[in-house]
């Protein structure tokens, strides 16, 4: 919560998207190992890192589409700079966590998203089939906690 603060102090438009959304809109708890934040591509990338970084989280890398920070917490947190993500960051839903507003992109757009990223073929088998699952997940098949092998 700390990045959206961040995010939103600056007036970066901005939107939770990847695992922990599924999690959210699947109803569902997602094990993941960051947390995955979509940002407009309008507001200086370098201005946006160093309001994370004044917000306390540290960061450890840099690429071409993203940058990966870490919250003192240990929480690792990926923002992601895309502007594919820019129609969706702009129809975010608003959820209310701690007393925060954490925008979040819409089902429809994450089903989307994970659609296209399980199509790409450079995409590792893994992830793309995980991207699968979570296509499924968020369509409702949720599973029965009474249910066996």
């Given amino acids: 919560m700390d990045a959206t603060r961040a995010l939103a102090a600056m007036g970066a438009p901005h939107a939770l998207v990847g695992d922990v959304a599924v999690g959210v809109h699947s109803g569902v708890p997602r094990a993941t190992a960051d947390t995955d934040i979509a940002v407009l591509s ?36 990926r923002i992601v700079f895309d502007a594919g993500f820019g129609p969706m960051i702009q129809r975010a839903e608003r959820l ?3 007393g925060v507003e954490v925008p979040i992109v819409r089902k429809d757009d994450l089903i989307a998203m994970k659609e296209r990223a399980a199509a790409d073929p450079a995409r590792r088998r893994s992830l793309a089939l995980r991207d699968r699952a979570d296509v499924e997940l968020l369509r409702g098949d949720v599973p029965d906690p009474d249910e066996g092998w």
Avoid: M
Avoid at 42 to 70: K, M, N, W, Y
């Fill in 42 to 77: 309008t507001p200086d990338r370098s201005a946006v890192i160093q309001a994370l970084v004044g917000a306390g989280l540290r960061l450890t890398g840099e690429f071409c589409h993203s940058a990966e920070l870490r919250h003192a917490s240990g929480e690792r947190v």
């Fill in 96 to 98: 209310r966590v701690a």
